[in-house]
């Protein structure tokens, strides 16, 4: 049984920036696409970036474009979001996801795997 584990957040200034991990443990999942999502309270979870690992391919979310970057190391079944620029809207806990499709959703129900999340605060 493949599990998700995330790891990296903590608090941080506005301004300031994080890298978030997330460990595919269980089995290789090399052909699925990756994707990061965020809750922040009392709002809905919502896609943050995804990528497809064979090809490369990412789309992130309209704003954190140019701020956050995902990546993917298949060797170490792991995918990554580097998120500089932090703002305060950006406080919410980030899941991983895991579809099993090539291309990356951005809707909740592309994903079938599922992270336990990481809490990130950014203070202003």
């Known amino acids: 049984q493949v599990q998700l584990v995330e790891s990296g957040g903590g608090l941080v200034q506005a301004g300031g920036s994080l890298r978030l991990s997330c460990a595919a443990s269980?089995?290789?999942?090399?052909?699925?696409?990756m994707g990061w999502f965020r809750q922040a309270p009392g709002k809905e979870r919502e896609f943050v970036a995804g990528?497809?690992?064979?090809?490369?391919?990412?789309t992130y979310k309209d704003s954190v474009k140019g701020r956050f970057t995902i990546s993917s190391d298949n060797a170490k079944n792991s995918v990554y979001l580097q998120m500089n620029s932090l703002k305060p809207g950006d406080t919410a806990v980030y899941y991983c996801?895991?579809?099993?499709?090539?291309?990356?959703?951005?809707?909740?129900?592309?994903?079938?795997?599922w992270g336990q999340g990481t809490q990130v605060t950014v203070s202003s």
């Open positions: 269980g089995r290789a999942i090399s052909s699925y696409s």
């Open positions: 990528i497809s690992r064979n090809i490369g391919m990412t």
């Open positions: 996801a895991a579809d099993p499709t090539g291309l990356p959703g951005t809707t909740l129900e592309a994903y079938v795997l």
